[in-house]
Each structure stands twice: as structure tokens, then as C-alpha cells.
Nanobody
Framework: QVQLVESGGGSVQTGGSLRLSCVAS????????MAWFRQAPGKEPEFVAA????????YDPDSVKDRFTVFRGNDKNTVYLQMNSLQSTDTAVYYC????????????????????WGQGTQVTVSS
């Protein structure tokens, strides 16, 4: 059983930055895929970014690709999401998720691919 705890959310103004963190416990070996999803009010959850054990990365939607950076800590079971140039459309609850599969050649983007989820952290961007 993997437990995920997110932190780093908050309220910022348009153009600001935040760094989200997610620490996974309950697993000694490197988790194959760690990812971020988000759910805006009234919308379906969407994939934001993921990083695999072998350093594969993916971003979606395109609107975040040049503003967000996903990376993992040296301990391999921590994942971060650095968010720059935040826009009001980035307002959402951000969830960390992990999967026991995936690699750089096959990065998982579907919610159903992920096994464990954090409780979420709120990000609010206002003008």
C-alpha cells in the first residue's frame, strides 16, 4: 500500500509560481511512474504531468508544457511540480498519483492506469 501526501498548494496572482510536492511512503523500491492530475471546478480530472523511473516525462495539456516542470527527488519516491506563469485556468485541485508500471517509452496518462492517489492540494490563481 502506497500513501501519498501532497503539499505546496495555495493562492497566487496571475503570473506567479508554486511548487507542489508529493511524498510517497510504503514502498522501498522506486515507483515506476509518479504523476500529477488536476480537477478544475465543474470539469473532469485531467492529466497534467508524469515522470517515470527512467526519467521519461510527459505533459498535457499543451498549455502547461512550457510553464510546468515535473521532476523527482533523489530518493525517487518524491515528485514535484514546478508551476510558473500561472494563469486563472490553472485553478484546480491537484492530485498526485502513482502507477506500478510505465517507462520512458510508454508514459501513462489515463486515470485508470494509476493505482494510488493523494488527497489533493488546492491551487487558486487570481488576477
Amino acid at each position: 500500500q502506497v500513501q501519498l501526501v501532497e503539499s505546496g498548494g495555495g493562492s497566487v496572482q496571475t503570473g506567479g509560481s508554486l511548487r507542489l510536492s508529493c511524498v510517497a511512503s510504503g514502498r522501498s523500491e522506486s515507483i515506476p511512474t509518479m504523476a500529477w492530475f488536476r480537477q478544475a471546478p465543474g470539469k473532469e480530472p485531467e492529466f497534467v504531468a508524469a515522470m517515470t523511473w527512467d526519467a521519461g516525462v510527459a505533459y498535457d495539456p499543451d498549455s502547461v508544457k512550457d510553464r510546468f516542470t515535473v521532476f523527482r527527488g533523489n530518493d525517487k519516491n518524491t515528485v514535484y511540480l514546478q508551476m510558473n506563469s500561472l494563469q486563472s485556468t490553472d485553478t484546480a485541485v491537484y492530485y498526485c498519483a502513482t502507477a506500478d508500471r510505465g517507462n520512458a517509452d510508454h508514459i501513462l496518462k489515463s486515470r485508470s492506469d494509476y493505482d494510488y492517489w493523494g488527497q489533493g492540494t488546492q491551487v487558486t490563481v487570481s488576477s
